[in-house]
C-alpha cells in the first residue's frame, strides 16, 4: 500500500521549518520548480490557492503542442527565434514521453488537404520540421491518400478531398500530469499544500521572506519563512507581484481559447485533426480524441482582462461548432445539442514590464514575449511568467538556478538539475502491458484496466489493491470506479469535491452532465473518508453544480439528458440521409 505524509502533515511542517525555496502556485510551472529545488536536495516548500493544476494547467488543448506551427511562423515571418522555440519544445515533447510514459502518448495527427498544391507543399514544410527535430522527433511525418483520411474520419467533408499529411505531436493529460509533478515534488522531502491562499508577503534581510497563507479549509492563517520564494502563479502572477511591491507595472497579456466536448463519433478514436484555416483572421480547428470523447478547440481572443468571467460564451461555443461544420459534410448535425462540456482556458502569457506610462496607455498592455519570462524584484521576489506546459521542465530548471545566484544558496549538497532522468510519480516499473497485468490482477474490466494505467501508472496497483467492494463503476458509460475517489483522499490531497470531478477523474472537462449523475456517489465516499457533516456535505454540493454551471456550460450550453429515457426522433430528410452509411460507419469506432 502506497502511504503519503497527510495534509496535515505537510501543514505542521509549512508552519514550523524554514525552507530554502517556497513555490507559490500549483500549476505546471510552479510543480516543475518544486521538484526541480527539491532534486537538487533544497529544503523545498510549494502552496497552491485552489487546486494543483486548477488553472490553465488543466485547461490545455490536451496537446503538448509541437505542431508545425512554429516552423510556418519561423518562415513566413523569418523570426527564428520561432524555430529555438520550437526545437527546445521538441526536446522537450520526447523527454515527457520519457519520464511520464502513463500520462504522455504519442498522437497522430491529419491535415485534410483540399489544394493540388498543397499537399506537396505541407509534406515538404513537415519533412523539414522532422530534419530539423532529428532525434527528437517522436516519428515522421507522411501522406495517406483520401480513403484513409475518410476511413477515421468518415463526416469529413468529401469534395475536393485529395488526401491528407500525417505528423506526430503528443498527448497529454494535463491535470494528471501536474498532479504526477506535485506528488513526485513529495517524494523528494518537499512540503506542498492545496488550498493555502498567499495573503501576505514580510520582506527580511536579503532574499528572505516571511509569507502569510490562509487555510480556505480551516480558516487559519499561519506564516512561512523561506530564503527565496518564487511567484509562478500563472493567472495571478501581477497580484503576487503587487503584493511584493505597489504600485509594480503589469506583465500579464493573457489569450483566451475556447474548448468543447463532443461524442467521439465526430472524429476518429486514433487520430487527432488539425484544419488550418486558408485566412490567417479565420479559427483554425483541432480537435483531439480524449477520454473516449473529441476535444475540440480554437483560439479566440488576445489581449483579454483577466477579471473576466471563465464561463464559456455560447457565441464562442457556437463559432467553434460552425468552423467544425464547415470541415464537415453538409448534413452532418453538429449543433449545442451535441456539446457535453465546454469551457474556456485563460493563457497567461506575459511582456516585458515598463515604468514608463504615456498619455491615455494606463490600460494597455505590453507586448508578449514568445516564449516566457523570469524577472526579480528588488526585494528579491523571482517572478516566473509565461512559457507553455512543453517547457515547464527548463523554466523550472533555469529558474531554481536564479534563485540559487541570487539568494545565495549555494551549498555542498546543492547538484546541478537531473529532472530530465527524473521519472515522475507513477512511471516506475510501469509499461504498456500494466493494464493486461490489472485485468488479471484483481479481475476489472479491460476498459478500466486502461483507464487506471494511463492515469495511475504503476500506482494502479496500490489504488486497486483497496478491496473488490471500490470496484464497482462511478457511471455505467464511463470507466471511473469507486476505488479512485478513495485513493484520491488518502493519496492525493484531493480536498474538495471539486477537485475529484475536475482534477482526479477528469470527468467534468468530458461530460458536465455525466458529472452531475456521479456527484451522489463520489460525496458519500468523501463524506465518510473525510468526515464531513450534513452541513458540509451541501456546501460541497452546490460548490460543485457552481462550477459545473458556471465554468462547464451546464444547462446554458449542455443539457443534462435523463440516464435510461429515449429521446424522440425527428423524421430523417433526404439530404441527411446521404451520408447516413458514413455516420452509422462512425459510431461503429466510438
Known sequence: MK????????LNALKGEEFDVLVIGGGAAGCGCAVDAACRGLKTALVEADDFGSGASSRSSKLVDGSGSYLGTALRDKDFEQLYIMLQMMSERATMLKIAPHLNRVQPMVIPMYSVLGMPFTWLALKV????????NVRGSHCISKESVLYEFPLLKTEGLRGGVVYYDVQLDDARMCLALAMTAVALGASVGNHLKLVEMLPQEGCCRVVGVSDSLTGETFYIQSKAVINATGAGTDAVRQLDEEGTPPILVPTMDTYITVPRYFGSGRYGLLSPSPKKEEPTVVMVPFENHMVMGVHEAEGVCMSQSSSPDPENVNSLLDAAKEKMEPCVELG??????????????VGCPSDKKEDNEEDKLPPPVSNYMIEVSQNGLITLGGGRFSSYRVMAAETIDLAIKSCGLCDDHVTSSWTEHLPLDGAQNWCCMLPLELVQDYDVPMDVAQHISDSYGYNGHALLNQ??????????????????????????????????????????????????????????????????DEGEQKKQMLAVQDFLVRQMGLGSIVRPKAIGKSQPKKKASVESCCRAAARKEARSYS
Not at 129 to 136: C, E, P, V
Not at 336 to 349: D, E, I, M, N
Open 3 to 10: 502511504i503519503v505524509p497527510s495534509r496535515q502533515d505537510h
Open 129 to 136: 520540421y522532422d530534419f530539423i527535430s532529428a532525434a527528437s
Open 336 to 349: 449545442p445539442c451535441h456539446v457535453l462540456s465546454a469551457w474556456t482556458g485563460l493563457r497567461p502569457k
Open 467 to 532: 478491496g473488490q467492494d471500490m470496484l464497482k463503476r462511478l457511471h455505467p458509460n464511463f470507466p471511473y470506479i469507486e476505488a479512485e475517489v478513495k485513493y484520491a483522499v488518502r493519496n492525493e490531497y484531493a480536498c474538495t469535491l471539486l477537485d475529484v470531478i475536475a482534477r482526479r477523474l477528469r470527468v467534468a472537462f468530458v461530460d458536465a452532465a455525466a458529472a452531475l449523475h456521479m456527484l451522489p456517489k463520489i460525496l458519500k465516499i468523501m463524506a465518510e473518508e473525510a468526515g464531513w
